[in-house]
């Protein structure tokens, strides 16, 4: 694998080779122009611009999980399957951020996305506990019902 590093002063640009020993955090960057370099992935070795990628890949997949969950909460037709599908997205994130940003991402950044995952849990798991609830009533109604006749 070749390495190259890009500095950029003032208008002149400078692409040189080089081989580095350092490991940082690794993406394949999200680049759509024809025109530039085309780039396989990219190591970050700056621990603040890598903080900085990450609280925005993460800002963007809690969005999108948490409106997956907000819309399950909401629907009233939602079942347990439904619950246990978004417990299981949210068991990932967690995982992730636990596991694969935990070097890369501050710790106060770390527990601020899995506090909020928490509280996501937390009401998932209640109204999980709702739905067993009103099924287990249900199961016991018809069999007071099935006894009587």
Known sequence: M??????KRNKNKKISKFDFEETGYVFKP?????NLIEITNLSILNVE??????????DKSFRKLARIILSVLKDE???SGDILIALDELAKE???????YKEYLKKEERDKYLKRLNLLEAQLKEKLFYL???EERKRAETMEKGHSR
Do not use: A
């Open 2 to 7: 070749e390495n190259y590093i890009i500095k």
């Open 30 to 34: 999200n680049i759509k122009s024809k």
């Open 49 to 58: 611009l890598t903080n900085v990628i990450l609280k925005k890949k993460l």
């Open 77 to 79: 037709e939602s079942n």
């Open 94 to 100: 967690k995982s992730i951020i636990t596991r694969k």
């Open 132 to 134: 067993n609830l009103i």
